[in-house]
């Protein structure tokens, strides 16, 4: 079987690469990616003798170019995690969520319509739901009401894939998974931002009051998901991705403030995010029940073995602080 990969070369898609070629060791993966400021291919600088892997620089947005790929490559499966993925920078910069996450998505699907696909996962997120009250989690049924750019953009790829699937019965799946932390993740995200920062006794910027809350997943339990929902998904289908793990913004900073001892002065409050979404929370009862998934990490172990690694591996955040 051959698998492509797209935004391999970021944080999610990167572990996944790995976790894929720990897992299956008679398929070929080709990593697409553009290499934006996200991508770095000296996440996976240890892979590159592998003969199941290659990378291909290139952009979902060039739709000849991708309809050449699919043409060439005759891929069996798709795994869609190329995106614009940064709220901050969707607030600031919509346009280019715009053309990646829903054009890129769209030019996949049709180019994958038309070659002899078998599934196409596509990578979502929890915040095509919206906020969250103070109690319930959002289900497969919730209602879609994105509130940033980036969460918007992200439910519009998810519709035109459930239109292809309704349209021409393409077998497509949908994964929607909470925030995400682990190994080689831009240090601009919360958990890198802040452990980096800490580690350099540079203060870290808490929005508002500091009590949003979401629900963090180990990177590698995200990877198992896809495979589970690859595995055993039905196409057509929606899979919610959580680990029952809620943490408001500053829980997290005193786990890490005591993890690296560090003195509460380094807090620094600021302006609020611009429509910040208060609260996520995931149901993953269908995931665990269809695919037989459950999520392995627990978060308070997690989070001292990231810390380690963001300690033990300088080399590869240090170049990234400040970059873009
Ligand atoms: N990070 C999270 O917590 C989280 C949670 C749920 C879902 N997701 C989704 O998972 C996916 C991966 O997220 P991430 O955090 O790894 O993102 P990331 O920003 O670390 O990586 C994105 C990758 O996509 C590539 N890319 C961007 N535009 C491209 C284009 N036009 N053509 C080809 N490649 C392009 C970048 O170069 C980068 O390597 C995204 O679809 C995101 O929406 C992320």
């Keep these: 079987?051959?698998?492509?990969?797209?935004?391999?070369?970021?944080?999610?898609?990167?572990?996944?690469?790995?976790?894929?070629?720990?897992?299956?060791?008679?398929?070929?993966?080709?990593?697409?990616?553009?290499?934006?400021?996200?991508?770095?291919?000296?996440s996976l600088k240890d892979l590159e003798?592998?003969?199941?892997?290659?990378?291909?620089?290139?952009?979902?947005?060039?739709?000849?170019?991708?309809?050449?790929?699919?043409?060439?490559?005759?891929?069996?499966?798709?795994?869609?995690?190329?995106?614009?993925?940064?709220?901050?920078?969707?607030?600031?910069?919509?346009?280019?969520?715009?053309?990646?996450?829903?054009q890129g998505t769209y030019n996949?699907?049709?180019?994958?319509?038309?070659?002899?696909?078998?599934?196409?996962?596509?990578?979502?997120?929890?915040?095509?739901?919206?906020?969250?009250g103070p109690e319930g989690l959002f289900t497969e049924e919730s209602q879609i009401q994105p509130n940033s750019p980036y969460a918007a953009s992200k439910a519009s790829a998810d519709l035109i894939c459930r239109s292809f699937f309704e349209t021409y019965s393409f077998p497509v799946l949908i994964?929607?998974?909470?925030?995400?932390f682990g190994p080689y993740q831009f240090p601009e995200k919360l958990i890198p931002l802040f452990i980096t920062n800490l580690m350099e006794?540079?203060?870290?910027?808490?929005?508002?009051?500091g009590k949003n809350v979401r629900d963090w997943i180990h990177v590698e339990d995200h990877c198992s998901?896809?495979?589970?929902?690859?595995?055993?998904?039905?196409?057509?289908?929606?899979?919610?991705?959580?680990?029952?793990?809620?943490?408001?913004?500053?829980?997290?900073?005193?786990?890490l403030l005591r993890e690296l001892g560090k003195p509460d002065s380094l807090k620094k409050y600021v302006e609020d995010r611009l429509g910040h979404d208060r609260r996520y929370a995931i149901d993953s009862t269908k995931l665990e029940k269809e695919c037989g998934?459950?999520?392995?990490?627990?978060?308070?172990?997690?989070?001292?073995d990231?810390?380690?690694w963001y300690r033990e591996n300088e080399w590869w955040w240090r170049p990234l602080k400040g970059s873009s």
């Design 306 to 308: 990231s810390i380690k």
């Design 225 to 255: 998901a896809i495979d589970a929902v690859y595995k055993n998904g039905k196409p057509g289908e929606v899979y919610n991705v959580g680990s029952w793990q809620e943490k408001t913004n500053l829980e997290i900073t005193d786990i």
């Design 1 to 42: 079987m051959k698998f492509l990969v797209t935004g391999g070369a970021g944080f999610i898609g990167g572990n996944f690469v790995r976790y894929f070629l720990k897992n299956y060791k008679d398929d070929q993966l080709v990593n697409l990616d553009k290499l934006t400021y996200a991508g770095n291919l000296e």
């Design 49 to 102: 003798a592998n003969p199941f892997y290659r990378f291909v620089k290139g952009d979902i947005e060039d739709s000849n170019f991708i309809g050449e790929l699919f043409k060439t490559e005759k891929f069996d499966v798709v795994i869609n995690f190329a995106a614009e993925s940064h709220v901050d920078r969707s607030i600031d910069n919509p346009a280019v969520f715009l053309t990646t996450n829903i």
């Design 293 to 304: 998934w459950k999520p392995r990490f627990n978060f308070d172990q997690a989070i001292v």
């Design 175 to 180: 994964t929607r998974c909470c925030n995400n």
């Design 108 to 132: 996949l699907l049709q180019a994958a319509r038309e070659t002899n696909i078998s599934r196409f996962i596509q990578i979502s997120t929890d915040e095509v739901y919206g906020s969250l």
């Design 201 to 209: 006794d540079i203060s870290v910027p808490i929005y508002g009051d």
